[in-house]
């Protein structure tokens, strides 16, 4: 196995949906997780929005989406869209 199959694999990936495309090459993702409160043992829901690299303007608002980290591309950026999980559904 080569050194960039080795590194591609140990990346972190998250899973969220596209909440922005309006950029040229960017697009928005809100990832939201699940976790247990430290103190009062209750699950609650925590969100973060990532900047995500998307080359050629695939990924649209509403759309499921894997993201992979990597090296900075920008002042907020160093993630990037890797596959599409679900198209969102037209309204």
């Known amino acids: ?46 969100s973060r929005k990532y900047h995500a690299h998307d080359e050629k303007g695939d990924y649209h ?5 894997e993201i992979a980290e990597g090296k900075p591309i920008s002042k907020t950026k160093s993630w990037v869209v890797t596959r599409l999980l679900e198209k969102a559904a037209l309204v």
């Open 1 to 46: 196995m080569s050194e960039a199959q080795a590194a591609a694999k140990n990346t972190r990936t998250l899973v969220g949906r596209v909440v922005s495309d309006k950029r040229d090459k960017t697009v928005t993702v809100l990832v939201e997780r699940r976790v247990k409160h430290e103190l009062y043992g209750k699950i609650v829901a925590k």
């Open 61 to 65: 608002m509403g759309d499921t989406v």
